[in-house]
């Protein structure tokens, strides 16, 4: 099996991030800004996979394990924001969510 | 029997630990612990002041004088004046009358305040003020003189806006102040140059290296003289000065009738007379003192002729009084002066405080024109009104006045520097006295009565009245016919400089007597039985001109306001915006700037920040990787 060449696995990583970032740039739902906040997550968690392969490390793995906790706490407390969101406003547009302007 | 020397420092200390008591703890006392504390530490210096002159007849010390040292002030540099108390003929005089009338007035106070809401407040400003007032003619050095002089204007201005809340009250009070610290401001640069050019300000030493260093006329006695004149001007209410006596009428009546016509507007006399040596080196200052007392008393007097208020006839008429005795102290005769200080003392506490019931039992009214007819309802007020407004309009052998006016008329006359002019103009101001005296008698207490007094003044006040109205009678005959005032005052000055122009006393007297007896006439004949002269002479175009003129105190306060107040306001409200300001105002608009461009990114969408945190990463990433 041959490994795969560490350029293509971060320009992988690259692709994931631009994608997710887009993604929370133009959605305006919040349940897609969460899953969009998490490609990029995941993006960076390939990145430290790749490297931690390039340099025969486990220092990469780790640090996607830890990635995926941070994660897992990050959507537990979007998704109850998300569903108070809904509670209050009847919507999920975060551009109804602007009362704090000014 | 304890020396005189150890007894002066209680005659101040008395009111000031009075004024302590009363300030610490008026407001848990009950009032007649308040009014027993107030008046009985005036008392108690009252007593110390009689057992001091007393001893001081009986037994005249070496120099005339007692000295008590009680500490060093200040020590530095070779500076040091001390806390020290002078007692001396004049100060005898002075500190007797302060301490009886003071007392007298305390106790006169009991009773007027007696529903006041403010009364420990009262009390304890009125203490702090006789206790200043007694620092300043006990004091022996000009910087504890200064203490003291500084002391009484505080307190006058404290007790002119004693009711506060009302505004206009406030206002008269902040114009005394201001009006007098011109005058204090030249008192404190005279006696900077005192201390510059002699290098002491003990008084005794100060005018005996005066009378040494420095020649008659000379610039630095002329310039110092001046000075201390600015001073005395201010504190006296004098031209050009005067205007803030009359709106000092703001305050309660027996503070008009203690501070505002007894004491403390007399404290210019007062340093006049007790620097006379440094007058007598600058012989125009001297003049100039004459001047302006002829010219305020007359002023004045026009002036209280055409008053409605009754007791802002009194004030001009103690501005006018004071005139008098600076046309004393103007041609030298310094006796003259303190004996006038001394009698109008009594009548005018006395006319003041028969104001002040009027004005009670009238429930505060002030107006004289809504008076009239009180003769009947208020007898004991009426009686001892008239009395002081006899005393104060000179009649002929009975009254006090008449003794000290006329001592000062014949001094003017024969003293070197005086003359048929000024005396002319003293003798004008008698005819302008008995005739607002009257006017004011006639028309509060003859013709018809127009408010109905109600309730009748207690004992606390009317014993104070009636030994005032017996002082006002009985203080004349300690001139004449034994000369014994001034005889006990001849340590304390030089001579009058006689012109030999020694006959004519009678004449003098009786023409002073015809003066003031017509002037009473004529006040009858104008505002009693025709009055109709009076109101067509009023009404008619000159007539009212001067009406106006007179009435508003000769437009004083209208050429200050306009050659003074207004530039002053205006030159504020220009500098406002200047060059300083736009640096701190240039802080305020940045600032101003900043929070509003940064409000307008704060837009309350995500992904508006999203956006910023994205760009601001890429330009952070852009600036790692170029540089």
């Given at each position: 099996m041959t490994a795969v060449p560490v350029e293509h696995g971060l320009i992988l990583a690259g692709a994931l991030f631009v994608l997710g970032m887009l993604g929370v740039l133009v959605r305006r739902s919040i349940i897609f800004m969460l899953l969009s906040v998490e490609i990029m997550l995941n993006a960076a968690g390939v990145a430290f996979v790749v490297a931690g392969s390039r340099w025969q490390q486990p220092d990469g793995q780790v640090m996607f394990i830890f990635i995926l906790a941070v994660a897992a706490a990050e959507v537990s407390v979007g998704l109850a924001l998300a569903i108070r969101m809904y509670h209050k406003l009847k919507t999920l547009d975060t551009n109804a969510a602007g009362r704090m302007k000014g | 029997m304890i020396a005189m020397n150890d007894m002066l420092w209680i005659m101040p200390a008395a009111p000031f630990a009075g004024f302590l008591v009363l300030a610490l703890a008026g407001s848990r006392l009950p009032r007649k612990w308040i009014a027993a504390v107030g008046a009985g530490s005036v008392g108690l210096s009252m007593f110390a002041a009689l057992f001091a002159g007393c001893s001081f007849m009986s037994a005249p010390p070496g120099m005339h004088a007692y000295v008590q040292v009680l500490r060093t002030w200040i020590d530095v540099a070779g500076f040091s004046p001390k806390i020290a108390f002078y007692l001396d003929p004049l100060s005898v005089i002075m500190v007797l009358v302060m301490t009886v009338v003071g007392f007298l007035i305390h106790l006169y106070s009991a009773g007027f305040m007696r529903d006041d809401e403010g009364y420990a407040r009262f009390f304890a400003y009125m203490n702090l003020f006789v206790g200043s007032m007694l620092t300043l003619v006990l004091a022996e050095d000009l910087l504890l003189l200064y203490l003291g002089w500084e002391g009484v204007g505080l307190c006058s201005y404290l007790l002119i806006g004693f009711w506060y809340k009302d505004e206009v009250n406030g206002y008269a009070a902040r114009k005394a102040f201001v009006v007098t610290r011109v005058g204090d401001t030249a008192f404190a640069i005279g006696l900077f140059l005192l201390y510059s050019n002699l290098g002491t300000l003990q008084i005794q030493e100060l005018m005996y290296r005066a009378g040494q260093q420095w020649a008659p006329g000379s610039v630095l006695a002329v310039a110092a003289a001046a000075l201390l004149l600015g001073g005395a001007v201010g504190k006296s209410a004098?031209?050009?000065?005067?205007?803030w006596l009359p709106d000092a009428m703001a305050g309660p009546t027996p503070v008009s009738a203690l501070?505002?016509?007894?004491t403390m507007v007399t404290a210019g006399v007062y340093l006049i007379a007790r620097t006379h040596v440094l007058f007598t080196l600058a012989p125009a200052v001297q003049a100039a003192v004459a001047v302006i007392g002829a010219a305020t008393l007359l002023l004045a007097g026009f002036s209280a002729l055409v008053q409605s208020d009754l007791k802002r006839v009194l004030a001009y008429s103690t501005i006018s009084q004071i005139g008098y005795m600076f046309l004393a102290l103007g041609v030298g005769a310094w006796s003259a002066a303190i004996f006038h200080f001394m009698t109008h003392a009594f009548f005018k506490a006395l006319l003041f405080l028969g104001a002040g019931m009027v004005i009670i039992s009238l429930h505060e009214e002030h107006n004289m024109f809504k008076m009239g007819g009180l003769r009947t309802q208020l007898p004991l007020v009426y009686r001892t009104f008239v009395i002081g407004a006899l005393s104060l309009s000179a009649l002929p052998l009975l009254t006090a006045g008449f003794y000290s006016k006329d001592l000062i008329l014949w001094e003017v006359w024969s003293s070197k520097s005086g003359g048929p002019l000024l005396w002319a103009a003293g003798l004008a101001g008698a005819l302008l006295t008995s005739l607002y005296s009257f006017r004011m008698v006639f028309i509060t207490f003859f013709g018809e009565a127009k408010t109905k007094a109600g309730g009748k003044p207690g004992m606390s006040m009317s014993v104070p009245v009636v030994i005032l109205a017996v002082l006002s009678v009985a203080g004349g005959f300690v001139e004449v016919p034994v000369h014994f005032f001034t005889g006990f005052l001849a340590p304390a000055f030089p001579p009058v400089q006689s012109a030999n122009k020694a006959a004519g006393e009678i004449i003098l007297q009786i023409i002073a007597g015809i003066v003031s007896v017509s002037g009473i006439v004529l006040a009858w004949f104008l505002f009693l039985r025709s009055p109709h002269y009076d109101k067509t002479l009023s009404q008619s175009g000159f007539g009212s001109l001067v009406h106006r003129l007179w009435f508003a105190g000769w437009g004083f306060d209208r050429l200050y306001d306009v050659l003074i107040i207004k530039p002053f306001l205006w030159a504020a409200k220009v500098n406002r915006d200047d060059f300083i300001d736009l640096i701190y105002l240039g802080v305020v608009w940045t600032s101003a700037g900043i929070n509003r461009f940064l409000t307008f990114t704060q837009s309350g969408k995500v992904r508006w920040y999203v956006t910023g945190v994205a760009i601001g990463a890429i330009v952070i990433l852009g600036i790692v990787v170029l540089l």
């Open positions: - | 004098q031209l050009p000065l005067q205007t501070i505002h016509a007894a």
